[in-house]
């Protein structure tokens, strides 16, 4: 059972929102604002949160910036909502720091299934380090550092990256990746693992050209 933290300004989303999360054996808190919403993390850290972009107080973009911002909330997996559909601002989200987005409106198996897949993924692996030249993925810490100097990333590419590493070298068709990182109930946009590639490799700087596109097939790391 996990504790998952909503914030939503829409009562009746929210509360639809609430009942699917405690329906599939969750513990589930609704937040009409983000003032609410902080104080509550203060108290307590929870384990997932879904966070609407349209707020009254504070955007659900400025609210992602900051947990991302504060050792204690950084690596808590967001999954963001918004009835906003551009490219744009799926893309935002997702450089924010935002592990996975839902755009209104959604079909509640749907939410379900996205936080199913995200929370099966929260417990980390029985490794202890992945390396390539200078870039350290240390398991234990689940702490990416290049050169020693620590790299903040998302919970989607912090296991992109993992699953890359482990495969060092060999190329891996997308449709096995979206599987391995998004599980095979995820319902997803054709180009989440794309953007995901593109802020990963903007993350690692030069070890980004060593991310590979395989035209027509997938990525490899190198």
């Keep these: 059972m996990a504790l998952i933290y909503i914030v939503e300004d829409d009562e009746s989303i929210r509360e639809i929102e609430e009942y699917a999360m405690k329906n599939s054996g969750h513990q589930a808190l609704g937040f009409s604002c983000g003032g609410d ?4 993390v203060s108290e307590v850290i929870p384990d997932l ?3 609407d972009i349209m707020l009254p107080d504070i955007s659900g973009n400025d609210i992602l910036y900051k947990l991302r911002n504060n050792a204690t909330t950084k ?4 999954i963001m ?7 744009l601002d799926l893309i935002k989200g997702l450089d924010g720091g935002a592990d996975d987005y839902l755009k209104k409106p959604f079909s509640v198996m749907e939410l379900i299934s996205r ?5 099966r993924r929260s417990t980390p692996a029985e490794i202890d380090t992945l390396e390539l030249d200078g870039l350290l993925l240390d398991e234990k810490k689940r702490e990416l550092t290049i050169d020693g100097a620590q790299v903040v990333l998302t919970y989607k590419e912090y ?10 070298n060999i190329v891996l068709e997308r449709d096995k990746i979206m599987e391995h990182v998004w ?5 997803g946009e054709s180009r989440t693992l794309d953007m995901h590639i593109k802020t990963l490799r903007q993350k ?10 395989v035209r027509n097939v997938g990525y490899v790391i190198e």
């Design 49 to 51: 949160i879904i966070l």
């Design 159 to 168: 296991e992109l990256l993992k699953y890359l590493l482990e495969n060092k």
């Design 204 to 213: 690692i700087g030069d070890y980004g050209t060593r991310i590979r596109t």
């Design 81 to 87: 909502v918004t009835a906003k559909t551009t490219e």
């Design 115 to 119: 936080v199913k897949a995200l929370l």
């Design 183 to 187: 599980g095979t109930d995820y319902i």
């Design 75 to 78: 690596r808590i997996p967001v």
């Design 37 to 40: 919403f902080f104080k509550k």
